[in-house]
């Protein structure tokens, strides 16, 4: 079973730009579906971008234009880079396995890791 260790969050002002990464052991990270996902205080996880085994993509609405993700399958790695940040981007992002359809992504493992916190000041 694959494990994922997000990294790279922090404190950035409105406007500004970070790349989170999300890195996973096993030999096996080829064949999976990665979505990034985030959680601010009081609300609840959400979606934000998912990526195929082939590096088909899909994005939230909010962050299209703004967010990119890409893999590098050599590397066993994920990233989330994300320009022009603004305030209601601040949550603990989170990256996960799941399933990527044309319609959809869909979560596919209740465990998560500890996130890596994304603060924005403006």
């Known amino acids: 079973q694959v494990q994922l260790v997000e990294s790279g969050g922090g404190l950035v002002q409105a406007g500004g730009s970070l790349r989170l990464s999300c890195a996973a052991s096993g030999s096996t990270f080829r064949f999976y579906a990665i979505g990034w996902y985030r959680q601010a205080p009081g609300k609840q996880r959400e979606l934000v971008a998912a990526?195929?085994?082939?590096?088909?993509?899909k994005y939230t609405d909010s962050v299209k234009g703004r967010f990119t993700i890409s893999r590098d399958n050599a590397k066993n790695t994920v990233y989330l880079q994300m320009n022009t940040l603004q305030p209601e981007d601040a949550a603990v992002y989170y990256c996960?396995?799941?399933?990527?359809?044309?319609?959809?992504?869909?979560?596919?493992?209740?465990?998560w890791g500890q996130g890596t916190r994304v603060s924005v000041s403006s």
């Open positions: 990526i195929s085994s082939g590096g088909s993509t």
């Open positions: 996960n396995t799941g399933s990527y359809y044309s319609s959809g992504y869909y979560g596919a493992s209740e465990y």
